[in-house]
């Protein structure tokens, strides 16, 4: 494992095993959250098509979504291109599926989740559809906003 060294925050970190799927490495992360309620890091481990939960205190992650070695796919089950992840108050969490061009919603505990926005598999241009959403954010109505990366826009999907 490797840690960083940082004056302020001591010791941290995860990965640095080597690319790979097992619970002490990472493939690619590109998005994080940070937990404060249960001291962890969610990261959109992108090329191992999931999400996984670090909590600081631990050695190895826990998976929150996706496949757990890593396969992609275009189910309930599976994402593909994990590139963010947010979470409402209720503990909800929605996944920005990257190259299923669609946002993921999964509910509080759950492993199957339910397409909310996009078309699994299918992309374009017109405001059903997606072409890469990369990043996924909540305002305080809990509307959510889209980064739409290949169709250079952000989108604005009312209360789910």
């Excluded at 004056?7 to 994080?32: D, E, F």
């Excluded at 959109?44 to 909590?55: K, L, P, S, T």
């Excluded at 979504?65 to 291109?81: K, P």
Aim: charged share 15%; with cysteine.
């Amino acid at each position: 494992m490797l840690y960083a060294k940082n004056a302020t925050y001591g010791t941290v970190g995860l990965g640095g095993q080597g690319l790979g799927v097992n619970r002490t490495q990472l493939s690619y992360p590109v998005g994080i959250y940070l937990d404060y309620v249960s001291n962890s890091l969610l990261i959109a481990n992108y090329e191992a098509d999931n999400v996984v939960r670090w909590i600081r205190s631990e050695r190895l992650w826990i998976l929150m979504a996706g496949d757990i070695n890593g396969f992609a796919g275009g189910t309930s089950t599976t994402l593909r291109g994990v590139t963010d992840m947010i979470f409402d108050p209720m503990g909800n969490m929605y996944v920005a599926d990257r190259n299923n061009h669609r946002v993921q919603l999964f509910m509080s505990g759950e492993y199957v989740g339910k397409t909310i926005a996009g078309v699994t598999g299918v992309f374009g241009i017109n405001a059903s559809l997606f072409s890469r959403p990369w990043c996924v954010k909540l305002d305080n109505q809990l509307n959510l906003y889209v980064a739409d990366a290949y169709n250079h826009r952000v989108q604005k999907f009312l209360r789910y």
